[in-house]
């Protein structure tokens, strides 16, 4: 149960952290760059985010406490 924790803890903090390096690597590179570089890394940083939360369903207590069944 603790590794789901750290995993979910890292999926939610990921995005905050990536914010200042998001800034600084948009005043390093050209508009363009930059665009593509931040629509690239936002793209990552929500895939992993939903990854995690629907990885979350797959826990055998979560997914008795939403009453959900476990047989797919």
């Known amino acids: 149960m603790t590794a789901v924790l750290v995993v979910v803890a ?3 903090l990921l995005p ?3 914010v200042p390096a998001a800034s600084g ?13 931040l629509a690239g890394a936002a793209v990552l940083l929500a895939g992993g985010t939903v ?16 009453q959900l069944p ?3």
């Not at 690597?25 to 570089?37: H, K």
């Open 10 to 12: 890292l999926a939610v």
């Open 16 to 18: 905050w952290g990536a």
């Open 25 to 37: 690597l948009a005043r390093l590179l050209a508009p363009r760059e930059a665009a593509l570089a």
């Open 51 to 66: 990854a995690v939360l629907v990885a979350l369903l797959h826990v055998p207590f979560l997914a008795g406490l939403e």
């Open 70 to 72: 476990l047989t797919g």
